[in-house]
């Protein structure tokens, strides 16, 4: 079941991500670290009403936040629609006890009906260089890699940004 976050969910889900960023690390992919994501990003995620939970049997399995606000770091970005109407996924995660189960995959769809559903033009999304995987993931579903972006406090290295015109 996939459902809005709520506060009472903010210490199960830092708790997911911090698990997500050990293994991540112990995978040799330093992506998040003591700087993102915080519980306070994930506050404001709650807050506006973005973050949604993928749960079974009341247990977290992973995350994933759907915004159409665009962040400065993607104004550079030559997209492949235009700035307007477009889903911006952001914070996917599932807990590293479930990686290679479908549950991404199912997430992922759950933001592709999403967008469909409120009549978005694109997903727009970016997802670490070093992170070989996930690349994959995403190039498979028909996302498009554009340009890269910096997030000077994750890493020295590239984020690439994707998009999936609908």
């Keep these: 079941m996939i459902r809005k976050a709520l506060s009472s969910d903010l210490t199960a889900i830092h708790s997911l991500t911090q698990d997500c960023a050990k293994a991540m690390i112990a995978s040799g992919i330093h992506q998040w670290n003591e700087h993102y994501p915080t519980q306070e990003r994930f506050e404001k995620d709650v807050q506006s009403g973005e973050l949604y939970l993928y749960e079974e049997n009341k247990h977290l399995i992973g995350i994933i936040v759907l915004t159409d606000f665009m962040d400065d770091e993607y104004i550079s970005v030559k997209w492949l ?4 109407n477009n889903l911006y996924v952001h914070r996917v995660a599932v807990h590293p006890l479930y990686w290679g189960q479908g549950y991404a995959q199912q997430i992922m769809t759950f933001a592709k009906q999403y967008a469909k559903e409120n009549q978005y033009q694109s997903i727009r999304l970016d997802t670490f260089s070093q992170n ?26 590239p984020f690439h940004c994707y998009e999936l015109t609908l």
Excluded at 81 to 84: A, I, L, M, V, Y
Excluded at 132 to 152: C, T, V
């Design 81 to 84: 629609t235009n700035n307007h």
């Design 132 to 157: 070989k995987r996930n690349q994959k993931f995403y190039e498979i579903r028909g996302y498009q890699r554009l340009d890269d972006i910096y997030f000077p406090k994750q890493s020295e290295h």
